[in-house]
């Protein structure tokens, strides 16, 4: 089966930048929706509300908003800190410390430009002055404007720690990765110097810039140097948290970097024991009691909640997100405006689980809530979160298309689209991706509907936008490309145009065995989905030497990625396996045929032990395959039991959701019918198995065709 790729929209944990210090600031307490202010602590009042009134024209989420401010603060008191120490020029610098507390930037940076103005014989006092001035433009959040200051206290005295992180971490917020690793190297070796004869002060500070360096790595996806660097983060900081609590927060930041890295990679249980660490920590630390620290838990269950979701292992994602849901809901209970937000991105993940388990109502409900808070929030504060309203409304989308509900997926879709054009007109570097990944969804749409214009259209116009980005941004979104190279190739060999099929099929396996050249862990499921489909569309141009070819290379991929995650890859495994005994079927190697059907099916059986949810439906899809091949090969008695259990899969599948399981009941049914005939049942039964597989058919082109059969059979001459 050609499989196109549906884009949802879930809260995935990135990697962290660690700054020099963290948690100074926390929410304000408020009881209305809008833009969150928050308390910092350390910063004069005076500034702190300048900080605010600047946060709030921002427009910021709750999360962006205190990880700017804590930023903010760090700087705030490093530059304090700074201006107190006497020397040459103590008046004028005493006169920037005013300033400051006033929050008046301006006015400081211009009494630090006098001092820079000076002749500076002492380079020391020159590269502090430098690097005083880029922390000005960084309160005023004028990156740029502070490079160049940065820069110039760093090349200065590139052994001062704090200049070359400060240096390094502008330098990776404006992408320069190149630029920011020549320095993170440089620091991280110095320092490792400064920390042969200073383990305590200088040991932190290693782990500070390894866990840096592993941010940049894993952006360049260099990821095996991603995962040294975050490992000896690790490292360093696991027997400081055992003598520091204090420092146990940023040791949980690196253990969840490389647990992200793990998770990217396909090394789920490395991925898992790491999140689960975190989780304790989390919770550990939540015994305090602070509605900061509840909330660091619900994010750590919502990480290991997707995890669980990733390795089909359903009932835990689910009680990991319930549980992330509980403690969300309670904290936007107190704090509105700060925990809403999550509370929202909890809901919307927790109904994908409800989608991907069989229990459309039960998404559909937590979708809705998801959106209707998100809507109450970009009305306050559009620029905020208008976005979170569009990823709300693809999932719906998405809901809807597998429901069947055809108006309604439409409007979701357009909706989303609408929203994220707007949002891409002023910030397309951010949002272009957005406006492509629900052009993708709605091109998908389209294709099932049958509005073959539309369908590619909207297809084309997501791969050309994947296209575009990947030239500047290869590693990112060449994996874009591929996927909606697949979707267009769907979309081609179902309109019949095999010939285009056949091409984007080709060029999707060409760019993603690029991409697992380099990373094929995380890229060689990709290879072999390529291969898998790129072998359906040979095998129905009778290419079957090339298709058989094709799908022996995806299964050894399938087989060798089961044997070290099998609760992920075993399901691919059999869905190889399931392609090629139809190859072989339709060659006219039924006993081959029979192998790779049973296999399939014992494979979905094992599945649907720990998860009949998700696997119960394809049993009953296996069984339905064997049924017809023994029909095939004569082998009456043993299609009938086939088809019985079948039967009682499906017919139990149907009761719960008709629109869901409906087809698959009918070929039951359909079957069934030709079974009854070969053993010359009443033609009453065989009959009635027709016409109940009329009622049971979901899509037109199953329902026309049971219906024919049904016609010519049932018909009385």
């Known amino acids: 089966m050609l499989i196109p790729v549906v884009i949802l929209a879930a809260q995935q944990a990135q990697p962290t930048l660690v700054q020099r210090s963290s948690g100074w600031c926390s929410p304000n307490i408020s009881n209305v929706i809008g833009n969150v202010t928050v308390n910092c602590k350390g910063v004069d009042p005076r500034a702190l509300k300048r900080l605010n009134q600047q946060l709030g024209q921002m427009k910021l989420d709750r999360d962006k908003a205190i990880q700017i401010a804590d930023q903010w603060t760090t700087r705030y008191t490093e530059l304090e800190a700074q201006l107190s120490k006497a020397g040459d020029d103590s008046v004028l610098s005493r006169q920037a410390e005013e300033y400051l507390h006033e929050g008046e930037l301006e006015k400081a940076g211009a009494i630090l430009d006098q001092i820079l103005s000076k002749e500076e014989a002492d380079v020391t006092r020159a590269a502090a002055h430098e690097y005083d001035r880029g922390l000005i433009s960084e309160l005023q959040f004028r990156p740029l404007d502070a490079l160049p200051y940065l820069e110039r206290a760093y090349r200065y005295r590139p052994e001062e720690w704090p200049y070359g992180i400060e240096y390094s971490y502008e330098l990776i917020n404006q992408n320069d990765f190149k630029k920011a690793e020549r320095v993170l190297l440089d620091v991280v070796d110095s320092t490792r110097q400064l920390a042969e004869a200073n383990p305590a002060t200088y040991q932190p500070k290693v782990a500070a810039v390894l866990n840096n360096l592993g941010l940049v790595y894993s952006s360049t996806q260099r990821l095996k140097e991603a995962e040294a660097a975050y490992q000896e983060s690790v490292d360093i900081r696991r027997p400081l948290a055992k003598s520091d609590p204090g420092t146990l927060h940023d040791f949980a930041t690196t253990l969840n970097n490389l647990a992200n890295l793990y998770s990217d990679t396909g090394r789920f249980k490395e991925a898992e024991s790491a999140y689960l660490e975190v989780l304790t920590i989390r919770r550990q630390q939540a015994k305090q009691d602070s509605a900061e620290s509840q909330s660091d838990v619900a994010a750590a269950l919502n990480n290991l909640a997707i995890l669980y979701d990733q390795t089909q292992r359903m009932k835990e994602a689910e009680a990991a997100f319930q549980e992330s849901l509980t403690i969300r809901r309670q904290l936007a209970k107190a704090n509105p405006a700060a925990y809403q937000p999550d509370l929202a991105q909890t809901l919307n993940n927790l109904a994908y689980v409800y989608e991907s388990t069989g229990r459309p109502k039960q998404a559909e409900t937590a979708y809705l809530e998801s959106l209707a808070l998100r809507r109450q929030m970009a009305r306050e504060n559009p620029a905020a979160y208008q976005s979170y309203v569009a990823d709300t409304l693809n999932n719906l989308g998405t809901l809807y298309q597998n429901t069947q509900r055809i108006k309604e997926a439409e409007a979701a879709y357009l909706e989303s689209l609408d929203i994220r054009r707007q949002l891409a007109k002023s910030k397309p570097a951010t949002y272009q991706p957005a406006v492509a990944d ?280």
Request: glycine share 2%.
């Open 438 to 717: 629900t052009l993708n969804n709605l091109g998908d749409f389209y294709r099932a509907v049958h509005r073959t214009k539309d369908a590619e259209a909207s297809l084309q116009e997501a791969l050309d936008i994947y296209r575009q980005l990947a030239k500047t941004n290869p590693s990112t979104y060449l994996p874009k490309v591929a996927k909606a190279l697949n979707n267009l190739a769907v979309f081609y060999a179902q309109t019949e145009r095999l010939p285009d099929a056949l091409a984007a099929f080709q060029e999707e396996l060409e760019v993603s065995r690029q991409l697992a050249k380099t990373n094929p862990l995380a890229y060689d499921p990709q290879v072999a989905s390529a291969l898998n489909n790129l072998a359906i569309v040979h095998s129905d141009t009778g290419q079957r030497q090339q298709a058989e070819q094709e799908l022996t290379e995806a299964l050894q991929i399938r087989r060798r990625l089961a044997k070290a995650n099998p609760a992920v890859y075993q399901q691919h495994v059999a869905e190889t396996l399931n392609n090629l005994a139809l190859l072989y079927q339709n060659t006219e190697w039924p006993k081959e045929a029979e192998k790779a059907f049973q296999e399939a099916s014992s494979i979905y059986r094992e599945l649907a032990k720990a998860n009949p949810d998700t696997f119960q439906p394809l049993v009953g899809g296996a069984l339905n395959n064997l049924a017809q091949l023994h029909l095939h090969m004569e082998n009456t008695a043993l299609a009938q039991t086939e088809v019985q259990e079948a039967l009682a899969i499906n017919r139990e599948l149907y009761k719960a959701h008709p629109e869901l399981a409906g087809d698959a009941l009918a070929k039951s049914l359909l079957i069934d019918s030709f079974v009854l005939s070969d053993t010359h049942q009443p033609t009453s039964a065989v009959c009635a198995a027709m016409r109940e597989a009329v009622t049971a058919a979901q899509t037109p082109h199953l329902k026309n065709t049971v219906t024919q059969l049904s016609t010519k059979q049932c018909t009385a001459p």
